[in-house]
T-cell receptor, first 110, second 115 residues
Framework: GQNIDQPTEMTATEGAIVQINCTYQ??????LFWYQQHAGEAPTFLSY??LDGLEEKGRFSSFLSRSKGYSYLLLKELQMKDSASYLC???????????WGAGTKLIIKP | DGGITQSPKYLFRKEGQNVTLSCEQN?????MYWYRQDPGQGLRLIYY???????QKGDIAEGYSVSREKKESFPLTVTSAQKNPTAFYLC??????????????FGPGTRLTVT
């Protein structure tokens, strides 16, 4: 079967750094996405990894290890607006379908 | 401004009634998707379409139907056969260009409540 695991909830302090982990066991792998979703809103694309290593985009970075079935999203200099759910999704094959994790709710405290 | 629109944002229906959720995109994307989101669960794929006049069942298609008569439009009908229709429904689209990262763009969602 296909499985993606993420922590349900995390809490961090404004200005700090937080790492959100995602592990996956899927029948194939054609890339991993991270999306941000504020409550009651649409998910918005954050990052994409298909090769091992770190991709940096401003305050956000995403890391992938295909051999370990593992990714993380690193958020630096946390701001209150970063309070949201972060969704990990894997593209299993080439027919454009994604398998989604349940998401990690990140709570930022002042 | 390019994007995806879904209407309405909130929808209330009585049990036993069919209801159609609208999804329109002007991004010129070939692929469109319908997802259902329930608390504590990942997005689950209902139907997807990679080209006009063609669509495929996702993981939870039972009780739902779709059409793709135009590239821009992919309406979802929630039928009375769907056992637990109350949920947040998200429509998405992507370029569907092989070899690219092909991220999906989402509409604002429709929250359907059936009583």
């Amino acid at each position: 079967g296909q499985n993606i695991d993420q922590p349900t909830e995390m809490t961090a302090t404004e200005g700090a750094i937080v790492q959100i982990n995602c592990t996956y066991q899927t029948s194939g792998f054609n890339g991993l996405f991270w999306y941000q979703q504020h409550a009651g809103e649409a998910p918005t694309f954050l990052s994409y990894n298909v090769l091992d290593g770190l991709e940096e985009k401003g305050r956000f970075s995403s890391f992938l290890s295909r051999s370990k079935g593992y990714s993380y999203l690193l958020l630096k200099e946390l701001q209150m607006k970063d309070s949201a759910s972060y969704l990990c999704a894997v593209k299993v094959d080439s027919n454009y379908q994604l398998i989604w994790g349940a998401g990690t709710k990140l709570i930022i405290k002042p | 401004d390019g994007g995806i629109t879904q209407s309405p944002k909130y929808l209330f229906r009585k049990e036993g009634q069919n209801v159609t959720l609208s999804c329109e995109q002007n991004l010129n994307h070939d692929a469109m998707y319908w997802y259902r989101q329930d608390p504590g669960q990942g997005l689950r794929l209902i139907y997807y379409s990679q080209i006009v006049n063609d669509f495929q069942k996702g993981d939870i298609a039972e009780g739902y139907s779709v059409s793709r008569e135009k590239k821009e439009s992919f309406p979802l009908t929630v039928t009375s056969a769907q056992k637990n229709p109350t949920a947040f429904y998200l429509c998405a689209s992507s370029l569907a260009l092989e070899g690219t990262q092909d991220e999906q763009y989402f509409g604002p969602g429709t929250r359907l409540t059936v009583t």
